[in-house]
């Protein structure tokens, strides 16, 4: 596949070979005021100048990780919705996100808050290859995205007796650059729900990958 950069409101990198860390949001999860929080952050990161000693993706990454903190914040403590603190819907998530783990990628972490989805995953090669010129067309992301997106969405809305838009339109993703940062995304998603105070211990919550992490540790 070729690299790809798109964007709507967000930005948007598809790299061969990536490693990806997604955070996929209930929609209107966010509430106004944090809506006009982060356009407001979103404004003075564009209008602030590069560093002269930056490089400029380094810079690019540098505002990405500033907005995301603000815009976890307010889905952690304020979120305006919160259709996945119900147990069933989470567990959908959960089995969706396991479904493909293994063919179409591999699934490194993931976290199902009530109101959003951490994961990270790598695409695999021979599933990507399978693609063949089509790869250009939709990238292995997106492609692995739209599939947990509408699956979720259509069985999650099932269960709880409602309908419409059940994921926000856009999510935030990030290429994941080398090993160091890969473990320091894992241990942020894992450590999402006490930060967010529903458990003590990251290995504690159910509807994440905290605690198969470290029975790999001790049993490796």
């Given at each position: 596949m070729q690299e790809k950069f798109s964007r709507r409101r967000l930005p948007h990198w598809d790299l061969p070979g990536a490693t990806y860390f997604i955070t996929t949001c209930l929609a209107d999860s966010i509430p106004a005021q944090g809506q006009l929080e982060l356009a407001r952050l979103r404004s003075q990161l564009q209008r602030t100048a590069r560093p002269p000693n930056m490089a400029a993706h380094e810079w690019a990454a540098r505002r990405w990780k500033s907005l995301?903190?603000?815009?976890?914040?307010?889905?952690d403590h304020h979120p305006a919705s919160r259709l996945l603190e119900h147990s069933s819907a989470a567990d959908i998530v959960?089995?969706?996100?396991?479904?493909f783990a293994g063919q179409r990628y591999d699934l490194i972490a993931w976290v199902v808050m009530p109101s959003h989805?951490?994961?990270v995953f790598r695409p695999r090669d021979e599933w990507v290859a399978s693609l063949g010129d089509a790869v250009n067309q939709r990238p292995p992301r997106q492609r692995i995205q739209f599939t947990l997106n509408t699956h979720t969405a259509l069985e999650c809305n099932r269960l709880l007796g409602r309908s419409g838009r059940f994921w926000q339109?856009?999510?935030y993703d990030h290429c994941v650059t080398d090993e160091d940062e890969l473990e320091r995304i894992v241990a942020y998603v894992?450590?999402?729900?006490?930060?967010?105070?529903?458990?003590?211990?990251?290995?504690?919550?159910r509807w994440s990958s905290a605690a198969t992490h470290l029975d790999l540790e001790r049993h490796p």
């Open positions: 995301f903190v603000q815009f976890d914040d307010w889905l959960v089995e969706s996100l396991k479904h989805l951490h994961w339109w856009e999510s894992h450590a999402n729900p006490v930060t967010a105070g529903l458990v003590e211990r990251p290995e504690s919550y």
